[in-house]
Nanobody, 123 residues
Framework: QVQLVESGGGLVQAGGSLRLSCAAS????????MGWFRQAPGKEREFVAA????????YFADSVKGRFTISRDNAKNTVYLEMNSLKPEDTAVYYC????????????????WGRGTQVTVSS
């Protein structure tokens, strides 16, 4: 069982930056791949970024590539999403999720989810 708690969301102007954190419980965090997803009002939840269990492999949605960075600290049981050059269309609730598989872009492969943190980007 893994419990996930996101933090770091907030209101930022377009062009600004935020760093989201996701703290995980459990001693097996280092064996899970981690992902970030987001859901804007009236839209489906979508993949943003993911990182393998070792941190060696990272994946990004085309919409955030070059602006967002994902990283993890297995000693702290935490995964991060560094978001730069934010745009109003990045406004959404951001969720972190964990899985022990290999299809890191697939929302249905994730077994554990946090409750989300709101990110609002003003124009």
């Amino acid at each position: 069982q893994v419990q996930l708690v996101e933090s770091g969301g907030g209101l930022v102007q377009a062009g600004g930056s935020l760093r989201l954190s996701c703290a995980a419980s459990g001693r097996t965090f280092s064996t899970y791949a981690m992902g970030w997803f987001r859901q804007a009002p009236g839209k489906e939840r979508e993949f943003v970024a993911a990182i393998g269990w070792s941190g060696g492999n990272t994946y990004f949605a085309d919409s955030v590539k070059g602006r967002f960075t994902i990283s993890r600290d297995n000693a702290k049981n935490t995964v991060y999403l560094e978001m730069n050059s934010l745009k109003p269309e990045d406004t959404a609730v951001y969720y972190c999720a964990a899985q022990d598989g290999t299809y890191l872009r697939d929302i249905y492969e994730y077994d554990y989810w946090g409750r989300g943190t709101q990110v609002t980007v003003s124009s």
